[in-house]
């Protein structure tokens, strides 16, 4: 069998509804990149006291798997965090081993996202062409990440929605607490941030979020 239409053994309902069901509080996945573990642990307290439930530590870095074991035994009342740039199922057995709940990659690798259905971690991989998009459903794959956000555009992801209305998109790259109404209002599920929360603007985003209207 071709290995692009080959599906996850995780069904897609079941990541679309781990997403789903914490980012509805609050629509944002904070993104914790290239801090110390000390800095990583305050940034993801003051996500969950404001509310958020996903938290993502980028693995890209050799101290990515300690900093994200740091915030994974911090993390309170059981709340999942993720690791991100998880790009092959290498990296996706490093994030499982420091405790990640979930995982997020910029792009579409068929191998990693087999390798996350077979260990039952809910996956988030990027997209930026219709293509992509509908590769990312016949892996069985209905949530997905758009990736560079800055670049594609609010009217990119509703545009997208036409063609593909079964998948949900969460934004990352370039989003700012100026233009996260305007992607929630074209459809968009969620928003990955980083810059903007750990340069102090949490609150202000938050607020945003909560009344996209």
């Given at each position: 069998?071709?290995?692009?239409?080959?599906?996850?053994?995780?069904?897609?309902?079941?990541?679309?509804?781990?997403?789903?069901?914490?980012?509805?509080?609050?629509?944002?996945?904070?993104?914790?990149?290239?801090?110390?573990?000390?800095?990583?642990?305050?940034?993801?307290?003051?996500?969950?006291?404001?509310?958020?439930?996903?938290?993502?530590?980028?693995?890209?870095?050799?101290?990515?798997?300690?900093?994200?074991?740091?915030?994974?035994?911090?993390?309170?009342?059981?709340?999942?965090?993720?690791?991100?740039?998880?790009?092959?199922?290498?990296?996706?057995?490093?994030?499982?081993?420091?405790?990640?709940?979930?995982?997020v990659a910029p792009g579409l690798d068929t191998d990693t996202v087999a390798a996350a259905g077979h260990r039952g971690i809910p996956f988030l991989p990027g997209i930026a062409t219709p293509t992509e998009?509908?590769?990312?459903?016949?892996?069985?794959?209905?949530?997905?990440?758009?990736?560079?956000?800055?670049?594609?555009?609010?009217?990119?992801?509703?545009?997208?929605?036409?063609?593909?209305?079964?998948?949900?998109?969460?934004?990352?790259?370039?989003?700012?607490?100026?233009?996260?109404?305007?992607?929630?209002?074209?459809?968009?599920?969620?928003?990955?941030?980083?810059?903007?929360?750990?340069?102090?603007?949490?609150?202000?985003?938050?607020?945003?979020?909560?009344?996209p209207g």
């Open positions: 069998m071709d290995p692009t239409t080959t599906p996850a053994t995780e069904p897609a309902a079941d990541w679309t509804g781990f997403f789903a069901t914490h980012l509805d509080p609050v629509p944002l996945i904070v993104i914790l990149r290239g801090l110390s573990e000390r800095d990583a642990v305050a940034a993801a307290r003051e996500a969950w006291d404001a509310g958020v439930r996903l938290v993502e530590v980028t693995l890209e870095s050799e101290a990515g798997p300690a900093v994200l074991d740091a915030v994974v035994r911090a993390a309170p009342g059981g709340l999942p965090v993720g690791a991100g740039t998880v790009t092959t199922p290498e990296r996706l057995d490093a994030a499982a081993a420091a405790g990640a709940r979930f995982a998009a509908g590769q990312a459903l016949r892996l069985g794959v209905a949530t997905v990440k758009a990736f560079p956000a800055s670049t594609l555009g609010p009217d990119w992801v509703r545009a997208l929605a036409g063609p593909f209305p079964e998948l949900s998109v969460i934004v990352t790259g370039g989003v700012t607490t100026d233009t996260a109404r305007a992607y929630l209002r074209a459809g968009a599920a969620g928003i990955g941030v980083g810059g903007a929360v750990t340069g102090g603007g949490l609150a202000g985003l938050v607020r945003t979020v909560r009344t």
